[in-house]
């Protein structure tokens, strides 16, 4: 005689229907962030194009200002190349910051974020696995700039350790001013304004600084907007590194504006991004 069956509620039978296995685990947050920097490299991966910030413009940077200015501002482009490449490489990387924003912007433009908000994630991951694969973007950014100095004639002093420090003071630095752009990029309604933002403070926090030419030979008058200003600091740093003569006063003002930028501007942005 077969067994009465107990009819299932519709829950259950939906369940039922659905899957038979369980449910798998939520994601946590260090696989969650890894996940979301795997979409961010398969962006790049099918469109390379977008790379061409971090290789093809730090070439023509180093090789114009090298070989235009050098005679003329350093005797000889030997001796120039020596004191410009830890500037341009800093320059360089630092401009491409922004790009964090942009992205972010995008999503929320298109509508990605807003499917991203309903997934059953940690939601600080999606901006975390950007800013990491942003760190793989200046990795590659240093690496083009210091093998093409290598190529030309670059012979830094500090070594293969001064040159990893340098680049890794750099990496500390950029990693924190991204989270300007990441707030910047909730905040504005496009990425036309982002960019028209981004470029009013890059613009003269890069040019106005020693990345080109001693601040000595400038006006006196100009000589203290420039030695305040933050890059020129961390241009310091780097070629102390990369000379062989840590400039430790710089290194440690680096330090704190990056903790500054961080301690200000990530909490403000994960503020924006939850009420977004």
């Given at each position: 005689m077969n067994k009465k069956q107990v009819p299932l509620s519709q829950?259950?039978?939906?369940?039922?229907?659905?899957?038979?296995?369980?449910?798998?685990?939520?994601?946590?947050?260090?696989?969650?962030?890894?996940?979301?920097?795997?979409?961010?490299?398969?962006?790049?991966?099918?469109?390379?194009?977008?790379?061409?910030?971090?290789?093809?413009?730090?070439?023509?940077?180093?090789?114009?200002f090298t070989y235009l200015f050098g005679g003329a501002l350093a005797g000889s482009t030997e001796a120039y190349l020596q004191f410009v490449l830890p500037g341009v490489l800093v320059l360089t990387v630092v401009s491409i910051t922004m790009y964090t924003g942009i992205e972010l912007n995008n999503d929320i433009t298109k509508g990605v974020f807003d499917r991203f908000r309903t997934l059953p994630v940690w939601r600080p991951s999606v901006l975390v696995g950007a800013l990491l694969v942003d760190l793989v973007r200046y990795s590659i950014a240093s690496v083009i700039m210091i093998t093409l100095g290598f190529i030309l004639g670059f012979r830094p002093e500090g070594g293969l350790v001064g040159v990893l420090l340098g680049v890794g003071l750099l990496l500390v630095f950029a990693f924190s001013i991204s989270w300007i752009w990441t707030t910047l990029g909730i905040v504005m309604r496009s990425e036309k304004s982002l960019m028209g933002a981004s470029m009013m403070v890059l613009f003269p926090l890069t040019f106005i600084s020693n990345v080109f030419v001693d601040p000595e030979t400038m006006p006196s008058w100009l000589q203290p907007i420039v030695e305040i200003n933050p890059v020129s600091f961390l241009v310091v740093a780097v070629r102390g590194f990369m000379g062989g003569e840590p400039a430790f006063a710089e290194v440690g003002w680096v330090l704190f504006g990056s903790f500054l930028l961080v301690l200000v501007f990530a909490p403000l942005t994960m503020y924006l991004y939850y009420r977004k």
């Amino acid at each position: 005689m077969n067994k009465k069956q107990v009819p299932l509620s519709q829950q259950d039978a939906l369940r039922a229907a659905v899957s038979s296995s369980e449910r798998p685990k939520n994601a946590g947050p260090v696989s969650a962030s890894l996940t979301f920097g795997g979409r961010m490299l398969l962006k790049i991966k099918y469109v390379p194009e977008q790379l061409f910030d971090i290789t093809a413009f730090p070439i023509i940077f180093l090789l114009m200002f090298t070989y235009l200015f050098g005679g003329a501002l350093a005797g000889s482009t030997e001796a120039y190349l020596q004191f410009v490449l830890p500037g341009v490489l800093v320059l360089t990387v630092v401009s491409i910051t922004m790009y964090t924003g942009i992205e972010l912007n995008n999503d929320i433009t298109k509508g990605v974020f807003d499917r991203f908000r309903t997934l059953p994630v940690w939601r600080p991951s999606v901006l975390v696995g950007a800013l990491l694969v942003d760190l793989v973007r200046y990795s590659i950014a240093s690496v083009i700039m210091i093998t093409l100095g290598f190529i030309l004639g670059f012979r830094p002093e500090g070594g293969l350790v001064g040159v990893l420090l340098g680049v890794g003071l750099l990496l500390v630095f950029a990693f924190s001013i991204s989270w300007i752009w990441t707030t910047l990029g909730i905040v504005m309604r496009s990425e036309k304004s982002l960019m028209g933002a981004s470029m009013m403070v890059l613009f003269p926090l890069t040019f106005i600084s020693n990345v080109f030419v001693d601040p000595e030979t400038m006006p006196s008058w100009l000589q203290p907007i420039v030695e305040i200003n933050p890059v020129s600091f961390l241009v310091v740093a780097v070629r102390g590194f990369m000379g062989g003569e840590p400039a430790f006063a710089e290194v440690g003002w680096v330090l704190f504006g990056s903790f500054l930028l961080v301690l200000v501007f990530a909490p403000l942005t994960m503020y924006l991004y939850y009420r977004k």
